[in-house]
């Protein structure tokens, strides 16, 4: 047992990991064991109160609800993430789900596991908690506006003592349980299974996943030209959509409650349209100049053949 997480890193063997415990006065400590002799040595005692310490490295993506009414907040959020994760090209997505209520609180731990997508540190699960965070107010959709006084994004700091399964908190009796305490589902509940990440094969995700891509150069200028404050990018086909990032509607001349306005470029239409999802039939639509027109249809016919 080591008393500094300083003193357990340089002790560290290959195939160890690290683990937090809590003294029952609160105090804790670290030990470094593979995960079958933690499971032997540690998990069998009667009195669990043990931390899995998430170290600044490839993760699974792993959530605290922490107050609320944690089932139906992640009820909410599960689609959200679920979408998020298809884009990515991962349908597949395994969930662990913990829980560790008494009378007066209730919480979550949430253990996402996708087969393509992992991690690359606690700091994208941050990432990805914000941007979701923002599509839904840029959305304007409101399920998840109250959720998020309740969703800890505090979890996602260097070498967190996270608890586990079957883990308590000194004096409190109350571990997480949801799913049978055994070797398998406590390994399988792990945020970083191995310590040792050089033995996997990981695919990994960027750690911001924007949805910034294939604005050609030359509207960028045009969006960079208009003078507003764009934030973000959507991009169908030959359209593009900016959420601009300010909270004054030209249309009524006030701030609505959300982010609402945008515009659209459309290459199609060779149109630049400023709109507002709060105002739903206003908008204000100018064209864009001949030469970007010109260059959109060159564009198309370089890169296009029609056989009939
Ligand atoms: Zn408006």
Avoid at 187 to 201: F, I, K
Wanted: proline content about 7%; glycine content about 4%.
């Amino acid at each position: 047992m080591y008393r500094t997480l300083r003193d357990a890193e340089a002790a560290l063997k290959p195939g160890e990991k690290i683990w937090g415990g809590y003294y029952p006065s609160g105090a804790y400590y670290f030990i470094n064991a593979t995960p079958v002799v933690f499971w032997r040595d540690f998990m069998m005692k009667r009195e669990r109160l043990f931390c899995e310490v998430i170290r600044p490295s490839p993760c699974h993506m792993y959530l605290d609800i922490d107050g609320g009414d944690p089932p139906a907040i992640w009820k909410r959020l599960k689609p959200v993430l679920e979408m998020v994760y298809k884009e990515f090209g991962n349908d597949t997505l395994q969930c662990v789900e913990m829980h560790a209520d008494s009378d007066t609180k209730k919480s979550s731990h949430i253990i996402m596991k996708g087969e393509k997508w992992c991690l690359p540190s606690p700091q994208a699960g941050l990432d990805l908690m914000k941007t979701v965070h923002r599509m839904s107010e840029e959305m304007d959709s409101g399920i998840l506006d109250d959720d998020w006084d309740y969703i800890d994004l505090r979890i996602y700091t260097r070498n967190r003592q996270f608890r586990m399964l079957g883990c308590s908190k000194p004096g409190q009796n109350r571990p997480f349980v949801g799913i049978p305490l055994t070797y398998d589902n406590w390994y399988a509940s792990l945020v970083q299974p191995l310590e040792d990440r050089d033995t996997v094969h990981l695919p990994t995700i960027k750690s911001t996943p924007v949805m910034q891509t294939n604005v050609p150069a030359f509207l960028q200028d045009v969006v960079m030209s208009l003078n507003i404050k764009p934030v973000r990018v959507y991009n169908p086909i030959f359209s593009w959509i900016w959420i601009i990032h300010h909270r004054g509607c030209p249309f009524v001349n006030r701030v609505h409650r959300h982010n609402n306005n945008y515009i659209v470029i459309s290459l199609e239409n060779g149109t630049v349209t400023y709109k507002c999802h709060h105002c739903q039939n206003r908008k204000k639509t100018v064209h864009l100049p001949t030469a970007i027109k010109e260059r959109f249809r060159k564009m198309l016919h370089s890169n296009m053949t029609f056989t009939f």
